[in-house]
């Protein structure tokens, strides 16, 4: 088992910046990567940007450029530095942990954070 919480959401207004934490904790010896994800009422819970224990990114479209993902040595924490922030940027957004397949689709994560609001404003 694998336990997440995330942190640091808040209200903001366009442009602004904020910084999500997720913890981690319990056994990680089978994860191989952490994820950030994003949920607006009536979609799909969307991938926003992964990372592998090697070092090894990815990020969506939408997100290049303003977002970045990283992680201490450890793996005990994750982080999502969220830049130039957009109104189409709010949402719940939560953290995960797979296997080792570098993805941004849910179904390849098996652990799931309780989630952190992101609002921005315009």
């Known amino acids: 088992q694998v336990q997440l919480v995330e942190s640091g959401g808040g209200s903001v207004q366009a442009g602004g910046s904020l910084r999500l934490s997720c913890a981690v904790s319990?056994?990680?010896?089978?994860?191989?990567?952490l994820s950030w994800f994003r949920q607006t009422p009536g979609r799909e819970r969307e991938g926003v940007a992964t990372?592998?224990?090697?070092?090894?990114?990815i990020y969506a479209d939408s997100v290049k450029g303003r977002f970045t993902i990283s992680q201490d040595n450890a793996q005990n924490t994750l982080y999502l530095q969220m830049n130039s922030l957009k109104p189409e940027d709010t949402g719940t957004y939560y953290c995960?942990?797979?296997?080792?397949?570098?993805?941004?689709?849910?179904?390849?994560?098996?652990?799931w954070g309780q989630g952190t609001q992101v609002t921005v404003s315009s």
């Open positions: 995960a942990a797979g296997g080792w397949r570098l993805s941004l689709d849910r179904d390849f994560f098996r652990y």
């Open positions: 319990g056994n990680r010896y089978n994860v191989y990567t």
């Open positions: 990372i592998h224990t090697h070092g090894n990114t």
